[in-house]
């Protein structure tokens, strides 16, 4: 079965606080993608990364960084120096070559900053 | 930039009534989708199109109905409403290849007394 799995449903850090979302995925298919999206209060859904299974290398885009580990089907997302602003529900999602492009989509993390 | 637009924003209907919700993306994408958002249960799936004509189910499909007559139109339509439909619905949209990053309206907040 294709799924995803953020075991965090609900965290709280206090502003400059580096903190990591989890997300668990599990697929058959060899080739596949990867996505984070984020939800902020106002409710749009606000793309943040694509990874495709062929490539494990780590990315750092600002604050945000994302390590994959195919060794243990893992899409983890750090926030360095978390700010208010990050206050979200953080989304994981897969997409497999059988999907259609379909989105399955973990039931997300709400990350809370306090100042 | 209109990207992805959903109408109406808000609704409430009463048990029964049936409404169409419409999205329209400006982007020329093949792929469209409808899903759900429901407290703690993270978005799923409704229906899907894979281009103009084009409907297929997906995880949550009963009672509702897609039409997909305009590429860059998907209607989702509730033909008896009912409270357990009450969420939020968001229309999505993505490349033709299928793995691209789906793009997604603003969402329509739908109420069922």
């Known amino acids: 079965a294709q799924k995803v799995t953020q075991a965090q449903t609900e965290i709280s850090v206090v502003e400059k606080e580096d903190v990591t979302l989890d997300c668990v995925y599990e697929?058959?298919?060899?080739?596949?993608?990867l996505f984070w999206y984020k939800q902020p209060p106002s409710g749009e859904l606000v793309f943040l990364i694509r990874?495709?299974?062929?490539?494990?290398q780590n990315e750092i885009s600002g604050r945000y960084s994302w390590n994959f580990q195919k060794s243990t089907s893992s899409f983890n997302f750090t926030i360095t120096a978390s700010q208010v602003v990050d206050s979200a529900v953080y989304f994981c999602?897969?997409?497999?070559?059988?999907?259609?492009?379909?989105?399955?989509f973990g039931k997300g993390t709400k990350l809370s900053v306090k100042p | 930039n209109a990207g992805v637009t959903q109408t109406p924003k808000f609704r409430v209907l009463k048990t029964g009534q049936s409404m169409t919700l419409l999205c329209a993306q400006d982007?020329?994408?093949?792929?469209m989708y409808w899903y759900r958002q429901d407290p703690g249960m993270g978005l799923r799936l409704i229906h899907y199109?894979?281009?103009?004509?084009?409907?297929a189910k997906g995880e949550v499909p009963d009672g509702y109905n897609v039409s997909r007559l305009k590429k860059q139109n998907f209607l989702l339509g509730l033909e008896s409403a009912a409270p357990s439909q009450t969420s939020v619905y968001f229309c999505?949209?993505?490349?033709?290849?299928?793995?691209?990053?789906?793009?997604f309206g603003e969402g329509s907040r739908l109420t069922v007394l």
């Open positions: 199109s894979v281009g103009e004509g084009t409907t």
């Open positions: 990874r495709n299974s062929f490539d494990e």
């Open positions: 999602a897969l997409t497999y070559g059988g999907s259609q492009g379909n989105l399955i």
């Open positions: 697929t058959r298919d060899t080739t596949y993608y």
């Open positions: 999505a949209s993505s490349y033709r290849q299928g793995f691209g990053e789906l793009f």
């Open positions: 982007m020329n994408h093949e792929y």
